[in-house]
């Protein structure tokens, strides 16, 4: 049985744009590797998009592209059906569909430089944007890996995606908390890209899984069961 996507297209056109969406997903991640690779001390991966850093154009052109990854997954790729109820509760579209558009709000509202904490008069209502936006996105984006952890359709991606669930929700939360403590920030900044890059890396296969399999299913032979012929029935039926 075919399963419903929010915006449907033929199998091929869906297979293209899940392929597009692999690609654009990678591609953010290699720029937010090659930004990090620019700067010229550790930064969180959100310091990175600061307007007075020399990474904030690449920073903003690699969030756009994920933003757009992840949406184009969203609109396109069937629904996700986890075998766990309270999983289940959330379509899987709807919630990817949160984090594009929080990552795309977070790709334009960046937070100042150093990405001050929420305390003190250098906070201001930019970083609050930002900040919600990326918490809320990455908080999104593991909860469908749990989702597709526990869809037995998709058992080849299914152990890539609670490892990526945890090692996100694990190190991300390691790295948030050493930024509150202002410790080892250094670390943290470490743990951050780390999470981030497996995010990204599980998009990329997410997207790159359900290509490959709407493509397939393109080429399926479109199998019509015949209606049966009432008449010819009712003609041949005894009295």
Same mark, same amino acid.
């Given at each position: %049985?075919?399963?419903?996507?929010?915006?449907?297209?033929?199998? @091929?056109?869906a297979?293209g744009?899940?392929?597009l969406?692999?690609a654009?997903?990678?591609?953010?991640?290699?720029l #937010?590797?090659?930004a &990090?690779?620019?700067?010229?001390?550790f930064?969180?991966?959100?310091?990175?998009g600061a307007?007075?850093?020399?990474?904030a154009?690449?920073?903003?052109?690699? %969030?756009?592209?994920?933003?757009?990854?992840?949406?184009?997954?969203?609109l396109? !790729?069937?629904?996700?059906?986890?075998?766990?109820r309270? +999983?289940?509760?959330?379509p899987?579209?709807?919630?990817?569909?949160?984090a594009?558009?929080c990552?795309? #709000?977070?790709?334009?509202?960046? =937070?100042?430089?150093? =990405?001050?904490?929420?305390?003190?008069d250098?906070?201001?209502?930019q970083? @609050?944007?930002?900040?919600?936006c990326?918490?809320?996105?990455?908080a999104?984006? !593991?909860?469908? %890996?749990l989702?597709?952890?526990?869809?037995?359709?998709l058992?080849?991606l299914?152990?890539?995606?609670?490892v990526?669930?945890?090692?996100v929700?694990?190190?991300?939360? @390691?790295?948030?908390? @050493?930024?509150?403590? &202002?410790? !080892?920030?250094?670390?943290?900044?470490?743990?951050e890209? #780390?999470?981030?890059t497996?995010?990204?890396?599980?998009?990329?296969?997410?997207?790159?899984?359900?290509?490959?399999?709407?493509?397939a299913?393109?080429?399926?032979?479109?199998?019509?069961?015949p209606?049966?012929? +009432?008449?010819?029935?009712?003609?041949?039926?005894?009295?």
């Amino acid at each position: %049985m075919r399963r419903t996507t929010l915006l449907p297209v033929p199998d @091929l056109v869906a297979a293209g744009l899940l392929a597009l969406a692999a690609a654009m997903a990678a591609t953010g991640l290699a720029l #937010i590797w090659v930004a &990090r690779f620019g700067a010229d001390r550790f930064l969180y991966v959100s310091e990175m998009g600061a307007p007075e850093e020399p990474t904030a154009g690449i920073f903003q052109v690699a %969030m756009v592209l994920v933003s757009l990854a992840a949406l184009v997954v969203a609109l396109v !790729a069937p629904r996700l059906d986890p075998s766990v109820r309270r +999983l289940a509760v959330v379509p899987s579209s709807l919630v990817l569909g949160v984090a594009a558009i929080c990552f795309g #709000i977070a790709s334009q509202v960046t =937070c100042t430089q150093y =990405c001050p904490l929420p305390v003190g008069d250098r906070f201001t209502w930019q970083d @609050l944007i930002h900040t919600s936006c990326a918490v809320i996105g990455f908080a999104a984006a !593991a909860f469908v %890996m749990l989702q597709a952890a526990v869809d037995r359709r998709l058992a080849r991606l299914a152990r890539f995606s609670l490892v990526a669930a945890v090692v996100v929700a694990v190190i991300a939360g @390691l790295g948030g908390l @050493l930024s509150l403590l &202002r410790f !080892a920030t250094e670390l943290g900044g470490v743990l951050e890209l #780390i999470a981030t890059t497996v995010a990204l890396g599980w998009l990329v296969g997410l997207a790159a899984f359900q290509a490959v399999d709407r493509a397939a299913a393109a080429r399926a032979p479109d199998v019509t069961v015949p209606e049966p012929n +009432l008449t010819t029935a009712t003609e041949s039926s005894p009295v």
